[in-house]
């Protein structure tokens, strides 16, 4: 993939989406939520390309644009703290994922049904290095249909601080984007995978480097 080409065109779309205004057929948080996708994709193409510092500023610029959307957002709409927990964690934002975590359960998220909520619960309760709340949560978002399910087990692994069965359940989240042809903003890259390596290395847990067109070099 040409990310000099995917940097380029996240930033002017990013400019273009802020200033352009909400008309009647759209929702405020929904158009609030396509700026914020466009800084995170202008952050991982940065990423992708060795950048790191430019990276962790865009992915900084999304987390808060998508904390906007969610105030705007109606009540329930958790993708969107799940997406500023993450852009925090890619950025290296320990202090800022830990906020918007305690934002997320102050919310609600873990008293809240389904699996993207549970998600939401679980990711801030790692977060916070509150494992053992964040256990039955992970168990409970398997079953309930969490895609891909490989997500939800690697969770549960590291709540449990388990090395092994993280070791095999990050391998499986790689394949899962490995595999896949739709990718959100088409920026393909598995940031799943960032964000579990970045709990990982806060538990301890040994984080080998993993190789793969869908990773940083």
């Known amino acids: 993939m040409d990310w000099e080409a995917k940097r380029a065109w ?3 779309e990013q400019d273009r989406r802020a200033a352009t205004p909400t008309d009647d057929s759209e929702r405020d948080d929904f158009r609030l939520a396509g700026i914020a996708g466009a800084s995170w994709a202008a952050g991982l193409s940065s990423a992708m390309l060795g950048r790191r510092d430019e990276a962790e500023t865009w992915l900084r610029l999304a987390a808060e644009e998508y904390a906007t959307s969610w105030h705007a957002a109606p009540e329930g709409s958790w993708g969107r703290p799940i997406a500023m927990i993450r852009c925090r964690l890619l950025a290296g934002d320990l202090d800022g994922a830990r906020a918007d975590a305690s934002a997320a359960l102050d919310a609600g998220a873990a008293h809240s049904a389904g699996p ?4 939401c619960a ?4 790692l977060v916070l290095g509150r494992d053992a709340e964040a256990a039955p949560i992970t168990s409970r978002i398997a079953g309930e249909g969490l895609e891909p399910a490989a997500v939800a087990h690697a969770l549960a692994a590291l709540a ?4 092994g069965a993280y070791a095999r359940d990050r391998l499986d989240v790689l394949r899962s984007f490995e595999s896949r042809d739709a990718f959100l903003e088409d920026v393909r890259v598995a940031d799943t ?8 290395r806060e538990r301890g847990i040994p984080t080998p480097a993993l190789e793969s067109p869908v990773l940083p070099r």
């Open 10 to 12: 996240a930033i002017a």
């Open 116 to 119: 993207i909520a549970g998600y």
């Open 122 to 125: 679980a990711l801030a309760l």
């Open 160 to 163: 449990a601080r388990d090395a």
């Open 193 to 200: 995978v960032l964000v579990l390596e970045a709990l990982a």
